[in-house]
């Protein structure tokens, strides 16, 4: 004898519960046990939805590849990286003690320097301790909370190191095309306002930017193939639609770039202007010798930055210029092509009475 009976079985997709006709012998239990194997089935697919779910929505941390490929020059890598490291940091620090203690360099133009040397070696300090960590203990991943906060300083740094840029080419402009106004508008209270509004404003833009990766969702490789958390290597992992995101930072990268950029070729169309008025060739080196080192420095600065994010494939050497060789040569620059600093450094390193003698 036969009857039809109902169970009541729990979807593991909608949960809910469907009240499901199973028809089965009194003396079989080939049925019950064809019923339990659905139930069980349908279990392990709901845990297995659950889990890519989970997988989707939030991640522990990413793979930082970097210089993988080559094991045998690790230990090279590593010692070249320390040395670059070293000398970045101690460079800035001789510029910003030099400025510091010297008064005829208590200028608009050194002040804005000094501001410089402390960015790039925060730049510095941002990624390329990791960067030797990895390297010694060849353990590459890096905690998702990590990334997104190392991520966050490099792109505020790099912001705010192409905001004072345009600030120090400005002071520029207005010390050689407007000599007569030029104390009365670079005044130490523009100066502070001037740099207060760069690093405002850099820390919040790099955070609205941060905000909006951190609600993307991620569900392909972790691997980034970079030594340090960049923004567009992580947005290749996204899964979730990233078109409002990739809207917003073009938006953003041409308010930001383009627009500081046009600052320093405007204001440098005019230096250049100026300088070939003056008829003589002393005045015209002193000018150079003054802008020279700033046009170094904003060469080097938007040189890598176009090799990095404007070319079609990735190139590590690029990137490895513009977060270490770049913060590394500015000290270099600025103190071997000013008298004023290189007179600092000496006075400041107890040379200054051997060279006078």
């Known amino acids: 004898m036969q009857?039809?009976?109902?169970?009541?079985?729990?979807n593991a997709e909608t949960g809910k519960e469907s009240v499901t006709p199973v028809m089965f012998s009194w003396g079989d239990n080939s049925a019950a046990n064809s019923i339990s194997l659905v139930v069980v089935a349908e279990s392990e697919t709901?845990?297995?939805?659950?889990?890519?779910i989970r997988n989707k929505t939030g991640i522990s941390d990413f793979l930082l590849l970097g210089f993988s490929e080559h094991p045998e020059h690790q230990l090279l890598l590593f010692e070249l990286f320390l040395g670059m490291y070293l000398v970045t940091v101690l460079g800035n620090l001789l510029i910003i003690l030099a400025i510091g203690a010297d008064p005829h360099l208590h200028t608009p133009m050194y002040f804005f320097l000094a501001h410089l040397s402390f960015i790039d070696t925060c730049f510095t300090c941002t990624i390329v301790p990791k960067v030797l960590v990895n390297i010694q203990t060849q353990h590459r991943t890096i905690s998702y909370t990590r990334c997104l906060m190392q991520m966050y300083f490099f792109m505020a740094l790099a912001?705010?190191?192409?905001?004072?840029?345009?600030?120090?080419?400005?002071?520029?402009y207005m010390a050689i095309c407007l000599p007569?106004?030029?104390?009365?508008?670079?005044?130490?209270?523009?100066?502070?306002?001037?740099?207060?509004?760069?690093?405002?404003?850099?820390?919040?833009?790099?955070?609205?930017?941060?905000?909006?990766?951190?609600?993307?969702?991620?569900?392909?490789?972790?691997?980034?193939?970079?030594?340090?958390?960049?923004?567009?290597?992580i947005l290749k992992f996204a899964c979730s639609d990233t078109n409002v995101f990739h809207v917003m930072m073009f938006m953003k990268a041409t308010l930001l770039g383009v627009i500081p950029l046009t600052c320093v070729l405007v204001s440098y169309a005019h230096i250049m202007h100026t300088i070939?008025?003056?008829?003589?060739?002393?005045?015209?080196?002193?000018?150079?010798?003054?802008?020279?080192?700033?046009?170094?420095?904003?060469?080097?600065?938007?040189?890598?930055?176009?090799?990095?994010?404007?070319?079609?494939?990735?190139?590590?050497?690029?990137?490895?210029?513009?977060?270490?060789?770049?913060?590394?040569?500015?000290?270099?620059?600025?103190?071997?092509?000013?008298?004023?600093?290189?007179?600092?450094?000496?006075k400041l390193l107890g040379l200054g009475k051997c060279c006078t003698q």
């Open 276 to 346: 070939l008025r003056i008829p003589s060739a002393d005045g015209k080196h002193k000018i150079f010798s003054t802008c020279g080192s700033h046009l170094t420095v904003v060469t080097l600065f938007y040189g890598t930055i176009f090799l990095v994010y404007f070319q079609s494939s990735s190139s590590y050497s690029a990137s490895v210029v513009y977060t270490m060789v770049t913060p590394m040569l500015n000290p270099f620059v600025y103190s071997l092509r000013n008298r004023d600093m290189k007179w600092a450094l000496q």
């Open 3 to 10: 009857r039809i009976d109902h169970m009541n079985v729990k």
């Open 180 to 233: 007569l106004h030029y104390t009365t508008i670079m005044h130490p209270q523009r100066c502070l306002l001037l740099v207060a509004v760069s690093w405002l404003c850099s820390y919040l833009l790099a955070f609205s930017l941060t905000f909006l990766i951190a609600q993307l969702s991620f569900c392909a490789s972790h691997s980034i193939p970079c030594f340090f958390c960049d923004l567009l290597p």
């Open 46 to 52: 709901g845990q297995q939805c659950q889990k890519e």
């Open 159 to 172: 912001l705010l190191n192409d905001f004072l840029l345009a600030v120090m080419v400005y002071d520029r």
